[in-house]
């Protein structure tokens, strides 16, 4: 940041009064301008036993396979975002029943919070932002072409807890792909 959205006036970067962290700062108004971790969910969903993921067609990653995820936004509910970003990038209809991870990538200040639910039809289409959208068998999976690791680890529990028909809840801390069962504390 430059400019004080509030006033125009030029910024500074200094930890202001009573903070403990260096925020940007506008001399002029007094506006601290905190900056935050970006949210994005989506959901993990199957038709059948087939798993729906779609290929990026944007950057980041474009070309690799993915869950349909993205940035929520103002004034809609956690669920409502999850629902949209799967109904934008992939077409489907489906319906959500728990939540299934929640993790952040550190470097990149996001946090992920994923659900999983289940498609009801079969009916997909390719997105704006997507360049494929396919139900892939579990064995299928390409695993060497989806790139975040804490997305490949997630889609690895999703295809065991799917087979065992057995659900758990999965947090992490970063994108290496450390996914925890949350009731074991454990990778
Ligand atoms: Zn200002």
């Known amino acids: 940041m430059n400019f004080c959205t509030d006033c125009g006036h030029t910024l500074v970067v200094r930890i ?18 905190y900056q935050n971790p970006k949210l994005i969910t989506g959901c993990i969903t199957h038709w059948k036993g087939k798993i729906l993921l779609c290929r990026r067609a944007i950057e980041p990653r474009v070309g690799s396979w993915t869950l349909p995820a993205g940035y929520m936004e103002l004034g809609e509910s956690l669920e409502q975002a999850a629902l949209r970003e799967v109904r934008e990038e992939t077409g489907a209809k489906i319906r959500l029943d728990s939540l299934y991870s929640v993790f952040d990538i550190e470097h990149i200040d996001h946090v992920y919070i994923i659900y999983r639910g289940v498609m009801l039809g079969p009916e997909i289409v390719v997105g704006s932002e997507c360049s494929e959208v396919h139900l892939f068998e579990p064995a ?33 801390t970063s994108e290496k792909g450390k996914i925890f069962r949350l009731e074991q504390g454990e990778p």
């Open 140 to 172: 299928e999976i390409p695993w060497d072409n989806i790139y975040y690791p804490a997305i490949k680890e997630l889609l690895l529990r999703y295809k065991d807890d799917l087979a065992s028909n057995s659900f758990s809840l999965y947090a992490g």
């Open 16 to 33: 202001p009064a009573g903070d403990t962290v260096s925020r940007f700062v506008c001399d002029e108004c007094q506006t601290v301008h």
